[in-house]
């Protein structure tokens, strides 16, 4: 059942993606789900099934950053294993985010640190892109 729920959830929130979606938008959705049901987040935490939450959490998050990846790399010749690397360093540094924000009572306002979040990396994510083009362009030593 509680798999159920999760798959159903992760179906809402990437199936409302649309090309201009953000990363902190689809956080946001994450965020404002784990809030309305917060007793259930928090029986499942603190369960055997804690396992199951966390990996829901990596998996939308993963979802949601490579849509977001791929309509930043439109028109790039990004490297695909650079591309992957990058969606997974984003995808298990937010996942960690979200687990402390839970772990921690769901306290924090994470609506402000996923803003600020947002206007820390501002640029980054094209940055890193560009970077992979011009290491490839220059390197022998790349996959």
């Given at each position: 059942?509680?798999?159920?729920?999760?798959?159903?959830?992760?179906?809402?929130?990437?199936?409302?993606?649309?090309?201009?979606?953000?990363w902190n938008d689809?956080?946001?959705?994450?965020?404002?789900?784990?809030?309305?049901?917060?007793k259930a987040v928090?029986?499942?935490?603190?369960?055997?099934?804690?396992?199951?939450?966390?990996?829901?959490?990596?998996?939308?998050?993963?979802?949601?950053?490579?849509?977001?990846?791929?309509?930043?790399?439109?028109?790039?010749?990004?490297?695909?294993?650079?591309?992957?690397?990058?969606?997974?360093?984003?995808?298990?540094?937010?996942?960690?985010?979200?687990?402390?924000?839970?772990?921690?009572?769901?306290?924090?306002?994470?609506?402000?640190?996923?803003?600020?979040?947002?206007?820390?990396?501002?640029?980054?994510?094209?940055?890193?892109?560009?970077?992979?083009?011009?290491?490839?362009?220059?390197?022998?030593?790349?996959?």
């Amino acid at each position: 059942m509680l798999k159920e729920i999760f798959d159903d959830e992760l179906h809402k929130i990437t199936s409302g993606y649309y090309e201009g979606t953000t990363w902190n938008d689809m956080l946001m959705q994450i965020t404002a789900f784990a809030r309305q049901n917060k007793k259930a987040v928090f029986h499942v935490y603190h369960s055997i099934r804690r396992e199951e939450l966390e990996k829901f959490l990596y998996q939308i998050i993963g979802k949601a950053l490579k849509k977001f990846v791929d309509d930043e790399c439109r028109g790039m010749d990004v490297d695909e294993f650079d591309e992957a690397l990058i969606v997974k360093f984003f995808q298990t540094a937010l996942t960690g985010m979200l687990i402390e924000w839970i772990s921690n009572g769901m306290k924090e306002d994470i609506d402000f640190v996923i803003e600020r979040m947002s206007v820390l990396l501002d640029g980054n994510l094209k940055s890193l892109l560009k970077h992979s083009i011009s290491l490839h362009a220059n390197s022998d030593n790349c996959r």
